[in-house]
């Protein structure tokens, strides 16, 4: 048998190993607050949490791409207080909206002094289940909400050992969650309705210790 095609073979399996070595894995856990601009709260309030997994494809030292897919709780709450919202001055209301998405960002990160990165993205954002009440009783007639929508994010973060990175996010929504003509809604873009404001800190464990550690 001629000796080309192991040799062949050989060069493929090598040139496998150095894509492969490109390429890390992990796992990720955090907690946010997070407001709706557009409704008649202002705060961040809500309290959430997100977890998921991760893949990173590191092109250069200083730069990499890396995609998530995670569960992201998201949302408004408005505890009791006679000042807030449009009830009048005598009236105690409660508000809280939960979110339930789905979202798979897609980051492009730069690494700078070894242990620190800055990111910046956009993510999907699927919509997987709500619950809106208002004065503790579900809303009568509540705005539908969009199934899938768009959200940016803008991060930083760094290495706390090899392995452990904690990360920073502002994750606000690139489409509006449900428009229509409410008097609070907000236009962005070109669009009138309610809008995600999230600020969420992350816990990643990458299976790959950070080579600059």
Do not use: C
Not at 33 to 60: E, N
Not at 81 to 86: E, F, L, Q, V
């Amino acid at each position: 048998m001629s000796p080309r095609p192991w040799l062949l073979l050989i060069l493929l399996w090598v040139a496998g190993e150095a894509v492969a070595q490109r390429f890390n894995g992990g796992v990720l856990l955090g907690g946010n607050v997070s407001q709706v601009d557009g409704d008649t709260w202002q705060g961040y309030h809500k309290f959430g949490f997100q977890a998921g997994g991760l893949v990173a494809l590191r092109i250069s030292p200083h730069s990499s791409f890396q995609m998530e897919l995670e569960y992201f709780q998201k949302g408004s709450r408005q505890n009791g207080d006679s000042t807030g919202g449009n009830t009048s001055s005598s009236q105690i209301s409660t508000y809280l909206l939960r979110l339930h998405y789905i979202e798979i960002p897609v980051l492009y990160q730069y690494t700078f002094a070894k242990r620190f990165f800055a990111e910046v993205g956009a993510a999907a954002v699927i919509n997987v289940g709500s619950k809106e009440l208002v004065n503790g009783f579900p809303d009568p007639d509540p705005v539908p909400l969009r199934a899938v929508t768009a959200a940016g994010i803008l991060g930083i973060g760094g290495y706390i050992t090899r392995h452990l990175k904690a990360d920073f996010r502002f994750n606000y929504s690139l489409m509006s969650i449900r428009n229509g003509t409410e008097a609070a809604y907000r236009k962005i873009l070109f669009e009138v309705g309610q809008y995600n404001n999230v600020l969420a800190l992350t816990l990643y464990w990458d299976f790959k210790p950070n080579e600059g550690w």
